[in-house]
Nanobody, 120 residues
Framework: QVQLVESGGGLVQPGGSLRLSCAAS????????MGWYRQAPGKERELVAS???????IYANSVKGRSTISRDNAKNTVYLEMNSLKAEDTAVYYC??????????????WGQGTQVTVSS
């Protein structure tokens, strides 16, 4: 029905930057909020940032001021740019989206995750 595919993860040096992308595809009628979560080993999944359909962002305190979430509604894609990366940003990053699907209504969908490792 709906697939979310993340890209852009990898190994980054401390202080570096990265840009994650997440594209939604399928029988999409509309997409409401989209967001990024992360899960570090041994920890619970936590919100990194989210963005409403009209572009209003919310950031976790841990990334506020060094991250930017954005979206391209024409491409059904959400982005996360992170700067000044720290070792504690190391995690698997997941995107999600509240998607309205033809004949099925609205549901929350998740991507498969992309690994971000911050290390020298």
């Amino acid at each position: 029905q709906v697939q979310l595919v993340e890209s852009g993860g990898g190994l980054v040096q401390p202080g570096g930057s990265l840009r994650l992308s997440c594209a939604a595809s399928g029988s999409i009628v509309s997409i409401n909020a989209m967001g990024w979560y992360r899960q570090a080993p041994g920890k619970e999944r936590e919100l990194v940032a989210s963005i409403t359909s009209d572009g209003w962002p919310i950031y976790a305190n841990s990334v506020k001021g060094r991250s930017t979430i954005s979206r391209d509604n024409a491409k059904n894609t959400v982005y996360l740019e992170m700067n000044s990366l720290k070792a504690e940003d190391t995690a698997v990053y997941y995107c999600n989206a509240h998607v309205s699907v033809r004949a099925l209504g609205s549901s929350l969908y998740w991507g498969q995750g992309t690994q971000v490792t911050v290390s020298s």
